[in-house]
């Protein structure tokens, strides 16, 4: 079975940014929709970002939109989850998640294929 691994998390003080990365072993995540998710303790897992494998279409909500962005890397078999102007409360583990519908869904359990989380934490 197919499995997906994030790295790029770490620490960084507030207004800085990360890049997460996104890679599977045994399926090309071009032809899957891919959702980013993070859980901070004692909430709620949250989503993020979100791409679709149809038109590319992305979704941020208000809590992350104009400071995430998504980017393919197809021929690394990679999604990016670049982060900026991180703050306090964007201090979680962040995990992401494939499903093979053509455009994303928001809800976490429509997705097949998770990875084990990164953790990020925004601190001074």
């Known amino acids: 079975q197919g499995q997906l691994v994030e790295s790029g998390g770490g620490l960084v003080q507030p207004g800085g940014s990360l890049r997460l990365s996104c890679t599977a072993s045994?399926?090309?995540?071009?032809?899957?929709?891919i959702g980013w998710f993070r859980q901070a303790p004692g909430k709620e897992r949250e989503g993020v970002s979100f791409i679709s494998y149809g038109d590319d279409s992305t979704y941020y909500p208000d809590s992350v939109k104009g400071r995430f962005a998504l980017a393919r890397d197809n021929a690394n078999n990679t999604v990016y989850l670049q982060m900026n102007s991180l703050k306090p409360e964007d201090t979680a583990v962040y995990y992401c998640?494939?499903?093979?519908?053509?455009?994303?869904?928001?809800?976490?359990?429509?997705?097949?294929?998770w990875g084990q989380g990164t953790q990020v934490t925004v601190s001074s």
């Open positions: 045994e399926f090309t995540l071009r032809y899957y929709s």
């Open positions: 998640a494939a499903n093979n519908r053509p455009f994303f869904t928001i809800d976490p359990g429509t997705y097949n294929y």
